[in-house]
Antibody, heavy 119, light 107 residues
Framework: EVQLVQSGAEVKKPGESLKISCRGS????????IGWVRQTPGKGLEWMGG????????RYSPSFEGQITISADKSSNTAFLQWSTLKASDSAMYYC????????????WGQGTLVAVSS | DIQLTQSPSFLSASVGDRVTITCRAS??????LAWYQQKPGKAPKLLIY???TLQSGVPSRFSGTGSGTEFTLRISSLQPEDSATYYC?????????FGQGTKLEIK
């Protein structure tokens, strides 16, 4: 059974750093893209970027490039989303999701990681 | 970025009704469009991809049509469990933008 399991909720202060994770199981992790999607009440779903763990090919949405870093560790079947300097506006639910090829949809999703950034 | 505009933003319908949600792209995206269903507190779930291909396990009352810039999601006979928010997503080019969502309420 394909599963994506994300790390737990986080409460952080502005200016702090954060790295959240997404562990895949039940499939060949290296051969599927992992994408990250932000969800906020005001802006709905936003595609942030993704990584192909096999060769670490990484693509970012222009809206998020420079603000986040996406990485993956093939040995642990885990993808990561990190911030070096959090802002209050980063408060959101973050989902990871799998897709197979270019033009393919997000077919399996993690359960989401809630990030709250507040002083 | 390619903009996706869904209509309507909110829809109220009765069990057994046929409902249609539209997604319009700001430029042509061939058939690289997916539809997702999201229920409160849950992750989105893939319903349809390549504009018209039903994801495995999704009830056949869901269907999708369209290509280029105009797409539709249809539910042929609405069921109580279809109460959710529906999103389209284009997969033609980076960034893979989503529509703003259509909230479907069952009367």
């Amino acid at each position: 059974e394909v599963q994506l399991v994300q790390s737990g909720a986080e409460v952080k202060k502005p200016g702090e750093s954060l790295k959240i994770s997404c562990r895949g199981s039940g499939y060949r992790f290296s051969n599927y893209w992992i994408g990250w999607v932000r969800q906020t009440p005001g802006k709905g779903l936003e595609w942030m970027g993704g990584i192909f763990p096999y060769d670490s090919d990484t693509r970012y949405s222009p809206s998020f490039e420079g603000q986040i870093t996406i990485s993956a560790d093939k040995s642990s079947n885990t993808a990561f989303l990190q911030w070096s300097t959090l802002k209050a506006s980063d408060s959101a639910m973050y989902y990871c999701a799998r897709r197979s090829l270019d033009y393919s949809p997000l077919d399996y999703w993690g359960q989401g990681t809630l990030v709250a950034v507040s002083s | 970025d390619i903009q996706l505009t869904q209509s309507p933003s909110f829809l109220s319908a009765s069990v057994g009704d046929r409902v249609t949600i539209t997604c319009r792209a700001s430029q042509g995206i061939s058939s690289y469009l997916a539809w997702y269903q999201q229920k409160p507190g849950k992750a989105p779930k893939l319903l349809i991809y390549a504009a018209s291909t039903l994801q495995s396990g999704v009830p056949s009352r869901f269907s999708g049509t369209g290509s280029g810039t105009e797409f539709t999601l249809r539910i042929s006979s609405l069921q109580p469990e279809d109460s959710a928010t529906y999103y389209c997503q284009q997969l033609n080019s980076n960034p893979h933008t989503f529509g703003q969502g259509t909230k479907l309420e069952i009367k």
